[in-house]
């Protein structure tokens, strides 16, 4: 018996490191498949009034209410206005944006920032994109038109664009 | 007798039966039809993405938009109101098919075709068809979808009785805006 294993020490030593290594390389290659093939995964807060960290800035505490006062602006019958408040702390490579959509958690469907809609013209202090220029700290000002049928909670998910698939993902409940 | 006759009487049998099964065999684009969704002017028709209520369709022989452009012709509009079901699209997919001729919606001036639709809040404006010199008789078949690809989506269906419009010497394409419920 101790003949057989001794006979076989090449092949056996080549099987004990092939076998992991097999497995290793094929599981992999399938979980990478998995994980590309996501559209996203949402790195969120620890509690609801938290922050994260992505793309090497800092992200929230988010801030979200309903427009109360929608005088002046161009809002449809049956509409309302959600604002989202998102500071964004830059780090040493400020991290650049499209501008991050309001998605309602109980049904999924989704709006993007109707700025330009309401009839309120684009303002450099009140940024609905993130400024891959700035180093200081800023806040994104996010208004969404929502049907009035939309109920919270919502999520906000903003896509850094050097972290996709990864995308910081925010809870508010207006 | 009898034995020699068999197969020649089944080879004729056999080729009749694959002849009526090739005739009764879907095509295969057949898969990937689109579902068809029912619209008539008035009522709401609800596609998956897309929500559709056609308001009235009109015929003219010029045609004009708010930004002063105008162009004479023989024209088709449809004025709708349009909403998504989920998420931001816009209306790209806007054909009308008379006698078997599809035509395509008009780019030439600014119109809902082509713009952003919202999930839950309609939008309200126009399609425009320039369609050829008296063609406006018989039936008019009116497709909307969100994408120029209708493979498996939903597609708003509108019978368009031709004959039954009177062409006005000019018509207006509204502006895109919201509808006004």
Known sequence: ?174 | MMKKALPWVATVVLLIGAWFVQLITPSDDVAAEPFLVAASIGSEAVGREIVVTVLEVRAASTVTSSSGWSAEGTWLLVDLNAETVTADRLLQGATLTIDGLEFRASERMDSIFSTKLVPGIPRTGTIAFELPDASLTGTGILHLSLGDDTRLDSVIELTIPLDELTTSAEESVHVTEWATS
């Open chain 1, 1 to 174: 018996m101790t003949s057989w294993w001794r006979r076989n020490t090449v092949p056996l030593i080549a099987l004990a490191v092939l076998a992991p290594v097999t497995a290793g390389v094929i599981g992999w290659n399938e979980w990478q498949e998995y994980f590309q093939g996501r559209s996203t995964s949402p790195v969120a807060p620890e509690t609801e009034d938290g922050a994260v960290e992505l793309a090497g800035a800092t992200w929230g505490p988010i801030r979200g209410q309903y427009l109360e006062n929608v005088e002046g602006l161009t809002l449809p019958d049956g509409a309302e206005v959600v604002v989202a408040v998102i500071p964004v702390a830059p780090g040493e490579d400020p991290p650049s944006c499209p501008a991050p959509t309001l998605i309602e958690q109980s049904s999924g469907r989704e709006w993007s920032e109707g700025r330009f809609d309401l009839g309120v013209s684009s303002n450099p202090d009140e940024p609905t994109t993130c400024d891959s220029t700035a180093t200081e700290p800023y806040e994104l000002l996010l208004p969404y038109i929502v049907p009035e049928d939309a109920e919270g909670p919502f999520w906000v998910n903003i896509a850094p664009a050097a972290t996709t698939p990864k995308i910081v993902q925010f809870s508010i409940d207006p």
